[in-house]
């Protein structure tokens, strides 16, 4: 048995930078047509500089693939018309994290005050820049993301014309709030479509399982299966694959992320075959982001099969998800 | 300021055996006049021999500390009155784990019949023997232990003249059991009376302080310190104390357990005090015990001294928990 997937795209992806670059982009640029590359590297992307000396980097680091890199700023409340204007056509999308809630993430957004908020988002919704925005309070961890819904649900309702990516999303509360305003949309990673908090801490620790938003239950993780299998338009395939390296992830003290980027079509593939929905793939990988961004990355098909494929125990300095653990689809040719 | 503890227990400790008693042993020997000692060991405490043993090599390897191990074995469903009433003078209590729960259970109980269970509780009912549970199904990690309370009620109401100890509580639901049956009781540990599953996954992650069960809500830790600093008659302390090496704790598959019997009586005194409540840690700490176990200890004196203590990186190959972090109480002297 044999899929073809026709220019994949990950809506959400952390390339890091400096030397881990040149392991994570060639991973990435393999499989995928594009991607939308997070800015919160060490500075954060803030600047029309910076984000075309991050893209040179990341096109110097991938080699010769055929992929676009789909570049992002570190959203600031200061960013306003003329300053957007003068990046758009570099820019694909500006991401918004509250301040201190991820890996990077210290120089975030501290309040939503629509007041507060108006120069760069009205500006952002004249000239078609998506906003990204990683959901969670500062709450309790378990609750963190449904506590945000009423943000997200603030912003769409002051802001009709700007699109919201909710990113990452681990509930059904997130899920819910998708269907109830048009401009939302959704990014699932794969590994919130496979894991619950039970598989990270319910039975020995799991560091390489470990990210932020955390796993949440058995009914969010199907609610979320549901809608991208069944291929909710509005819901896209971002994998959050978040390298950091092993001696960041065993220690007293480990980063949140989990690197999926490349082993991520596999696995997909393997979930969507389990629910009988293999055809529906093509959706969530590609066509949706692309209607929803309205972009055209390079063609590229990845031809998967379904073959015993044993997961790398490491890719240079980096642990993926189920490392060692063979799944039942691989890669078998791109062009 | 000081403050003297008399014959300080604890109901709830992990020894280990072989190399890592050696340093367990003396740690806890030193500043507990007695502890019951948990009996999951490889293999598990299960006859009179192993646990005479056990003893021995216990009272070897704590040196010349005043120190009384209290014994316990590994539930099994065929232990009979003659056997209980040949071990009687040697048992303290015996410990029942539901199968697979935690580290070294995988020969627990795998279902609670109260007919398949009536030949060893009746024994321990009219021996007088208390039966410590480690109350957890296998559902959902932050729900396992809410689901075991309605068996705990079972258990309870099916003999009521058994003692039976909810060990390690972590819920409010727990305490409310509490007091609906007479012949219930409860330990808690000092870490559950300090963290929150925010501590362990909510922001970086951290191993040195998953345990199982794991730490809950912010809610359900401020009803059990409001049980422990009001000094609740049948709530004792138990730490629960569970070392580790430390390359079992910082790497892909983590095992549950936090180290904290040397640290555990300065940590108490200091949220005790923070609580205006130091006069209910002498209730907490050993009095309670001695009353629902009817026993009595060697007598020893713990004064403790208001005292900035940096708490050690690593006892031998043990990390403890917060370590390197330094609290505003330390032991002083034991005579």
Chains 1, 2 share one sequence.
């Not at 680091?61 to 992002?72: I, Q």
């Not at 998708?178 to 319910?202: F, M």
């Not at 092993?246 to 082993?263: D, H, L, M």
């Not at 990355?297 to 189920?322: A, C, Q, R, W």
Request: charged share 20%; with cysteine; aromatic share 8%.
């Amino acid at each position: 048995m044999q899929l073809i997937l026709n220019d994949p795209l990950d809506m959400h992806l952390h390339l890091r930078d400096g030397e881990m670059l040149h392991t994570t982009a060639p991973l990435s640029a393999h499989s995928f047509s594009g991607a939308i590359i997070m800015p919160n590297t060490i500075p954060p992307i803030q600047s029309k500089e910076a984000l075309l000396s991050y893209k040179q980097r990341i096109l110097e680091a991938m080699g010769s693939e055929n992929f676009m890199p789909l570049m992002t700023l570190f959203f600031r409340r200061d960013y306003d018309y003329e300053f957007l204007s003068n990046i758009r056509d570099e820019l694909s999308a500006i991401k918004l994290y509250p301040a201190g809630i991820t890996t990077n993430s210290e120089g975030g957004v501290s309040g939503f005050d629509i007041e507060k908020l108006k120069t760069p988002l009205e500006a952002m919704s004249e000239l078609g820049i998506p906003l990204c925005i990683h959901g969670e309070t500062n709450g309790f961890v378990m609750d963190r993301e449904a506590e945000f819904v009423p943000i997200y649900e603030k912003l769409a309702a002051a802001f009709p014309k700007l699109k919201i990516i909710m990113e990452h999303i681990t509930t059904k509360e997130s899920l819910q709030a998708l269907d109830r305003y048009e401009n939302l949309y959704a990014t699932i990673t794969v590994h919130h479509l496979l894991i619950t908090l039970d598989d990270v801490v319910g039975g020995m620790l799991r560091p390489h399982l470990f990210c932020k938003p955390i796993a949440k239950r058995g009914e969010d993780r199907d609610a979320l299966v549901q809608a991208a299998v069944n291929a909710h338009p509005k819901v896209m395939f971002g994998s959050d694959s978040a390298p950091h390296p092993k001696s960041a992830k065993e220690c007293p003290g480990c980063a949140a992320g989990i690197f999926t980027a490349p082993i991520a079509l596999p696995l997909l593939a393997e979930l969507f075959e389990a629910h009988g929905k293999l055809d529906n793939l093509q959706g969530f990988i590609s066509d949706h982001a692309k209607k929803i961004y309205g972009i055209k990355p390079p063609k590229k098909s990845v031809i998967l099969k379904k073959e015993p494929f044993t997961i790398p125990k490491n890719y240079g300095d980096i642990v993926p998800m189920h490392a060692g653990e063979t799944i039942s689809w691989k890669i078998s040719q791109v062009q």
